[in-house]
């Protein structure tokens, strides 16, 4: 379990600031860029095989799952987003970080739909984050769960508590 910092008590629910998502952006980034690079690394070996492709990418995923766990911990405590924008905005970055890494260092080209493509996702992102079809169709739109009510992650079949500390035995 990663913990920054001192879970919330039931029902508490900070308010959220430009100074939370400039922390939970910069951390989301990150994460997303060592992930992004470890995708790249194995290129320079391209007669490697499968087991020194892995240890080459595997600590790439290690320090990305750190960072990743971080900034969905602060996008929980503080309702950023819904599950579906985190992974609308995980494509929309990564995506964005691929473009840099191939013009950068495959040296290929940045297309016109390249670029024609972000602004797609990020269109998707706030229809989706706004409900803006379902506004705009009359259809119901569902409800936020309760503030302060603790998120929970699906891991090997349990559910594993994010917002609380860890049990010491």
Not at 44 to 60: D, N, R, T
Not at 108 to 114: F, G, I
Request: with cysteine.
């Amino acid at each position: 379990m990663v913990s920054h910092k001192a879970p919330q008590k039931s029902g508490e629910h900070k308010k959220t600031t430009w100074k939370t998502w400039v922390k939970f952006m910069t951390v989301w980034i990150t994460g997303s860029i060592i992930s992004v690079t470890g995708m790249y690394a194995h290129l320079k070996f391209p007669k490697a095989g499968l087991l020194k492709v892995l240890a080459i990418a595997l600590p790439f995923c290690w320090v990305d799952w750190y960072f990743t766990t971080w900034a969905i911990q602060i996008q929980h405590q503080h309702k950023l987003l819904t599950p579906t924008q985190d992974t609308m905005l995980l494509i929309a970055v990564q995506f964005s970080i691929l473009l840099v890494l191939n013009r950068l260092y495959l040296k290929q080209p940045v297309t016109r739909s390249d670029l024609v493509a972000l602004p797609i996702i990020l269109a998707g992102m706030y229809i989706s984050g706004k409900h803006v079809i379902s506004h705009a169709l009359g259809w119901k739109v569902p409800k936020k769960g309760k503030k302060g009510q603790p998120h929970r992650l699906h891991v090997h079949h349990k559910f594993v508590d994010i917002t609380s500390p860890p049990h010491k035995p």
